[in-house]
């Protein structure tokens, strides 16, 4: 009886272990989607960042779109050099509760703006396992990005 106890209790460790290494490697391919798609755009590599981005064929004018922004932008959303290093990942649903997705967001607000009246631009990347972590799930990554610049 204490075998089978004991068993159990080895079997049941094995696999939170298990569990555990499963969501920081998850964890790890998601900062080097992110990673890679920082790189695509400092580069604006057109081809780098439709790799990453799921279904881009679909969406072409989009992800042109968002890159050529994000481009022209990028010395300003990295002043702090934030953009690769403070990769925070959060849990989500889609649009049924069974469906886990994973995300990473980045709020940038609008600097000379004490009112509030601009909306802070934000960028979205969104990540769902059954497509793979290396790709990011939603092509539409910015919001409130029309008539944001550095002024």
């Avoid at 080097?32 to 969406?59: C, G, P, S």
């Avoid at 953009?83 to 649903?93: G, H, S």
Wanted: charged share 25%; aromatic share 10%.
């Amino acid at each position: 009886m204490k075998i089978i106890k004991c068993i159990s209790i080895i079997l049941i460790l094995l696999n939170i272990s298990c569990c555990v290494n499963q969501k920081q490697k998850d964890e790890e391919q998601i900062k080097n989607t992110v990673r890679e798609y920082w790189k695509a755009i400092k580069t604006n590599d057109l081809q780098l960042y439709n790799n990453l981005i799921f279904e881009a064929k679909n969406f072409p004018g989009v992800t042109m779109g968002d890159l050529g922004f994000l481009h022209d932008h990028y010395k300003i959303l990295n002043l702090d050099k934030v953009l690769q290093e403070n990769i925070k990942i959060k849990d989500t649903i889609g649009l049924s509760p069974d469906t886990k997705m994973k995300y990473v967001q980045y709020i940038f607000k609008k600097k000379n703006d004490s009112n509030n009246l601009k909306k802070p631009l934000k960028i979205t990347l969104m990540f769902y396992k059954p497509i793979g972590l290396n790709k990011i799930y939603d092509p539409v990554i910015l919001e409130n990005h029309i008539g944001w610049d550095k002024e």
